[in-house]
């Protein structure tokens, strides 16, 4: 195995146990940990994020795009019945404020895609190619959410592939736009639209 796959193997492996410590960590810490970890992943990449014109131009713009469809998708899917009941049966958060205004946008977005898409999506590009590495990040995204689909009681295969080609959505963003700003831009719709789907029908 080659110095670069045995870089990403090892980022990935990290980041999978992460998954698996992080909800130990006490809610009230959250989301700094995990800003923290996301922060110094970017850190360690020597790939542009993007966050500065005009790379962040375009990533505001396939960002704002693809926002817009996510958003759409969620409001029509929550006119369905069985979607709607659904969301309703779910226990609200304690504090909703926090949940949207600090755990979605630093404590999962900001977190994750400095973390997936910036870091080991910059490593296992180097270490697999372009498409491969593309691939291999996905998987690994997917992975990453097992622990919370059994912690919510949910399907741990059907959650790892919708996860997975999210993720893989997500590392397309990035790599098209050349900004992070994008994949955030889509990720944040994603959580934020169903977590305001989730608050209003649950109250």
Do not use: C, K
Not at 89 to 98: E, L, V, W, Y
Not at 117 to 134: E, I, K, N, V
Request: glycine share 10%.
């Amino acid at each position: 195995m080659t110095p670069a796959r045995i870089r990403a193997s090892a980022l990935a492996a990290i980041l999978l146990g992460w998954s698996v410590v992080a909800p130990r960590v006490p809610l009230r810490w959250h989301p700094l940990p995990h800003a923290v970890l996301g922060t110094a992943a970017a850190a360690s990449t020597h790939r542009s994020l993007g966050l500065r014109r005009p790379a962040l131009t375009r990533g505001l713009r396939w960002g704002g795009v693809a926002a817009a469809a996510v958003s759409a998708a969620v409001a029509v899917a929550t006119t369905v019945a069985p979607v709607r009941d659904g969301i309703a049966a779910g226990a609200p958060p304690d504090s909703p404020a926090r949940w949207l205004l600090l755990r979605i946008p630093f404590g999962t977005v900001w977190s994750e895609e400095t973390t997936y898409r910036a870091a080991l999506g910059s490593t296992a590009a180097q270490a697999f190619g372009a498409r491969a590495g593309r691939w291999f990040t996905a998987a690994v995204f997917g992975l990453s959410h097992v622990p919370d689909a059994r912690a919510a009681g949910q399907s741990v295969p059907g959650t790892v592939l919708v996860t997975g080609a999210a993720g893989w959505i997500f590392a397309w963003l990035y790599d098209t736009s050349g900004s992070l700003a994008a994949p955030m831009l889509a990720h944040l719709a994603v959580n934020e639209a169903g977590a305001v789907a989730a608050v209003t029908l649950r109250r």
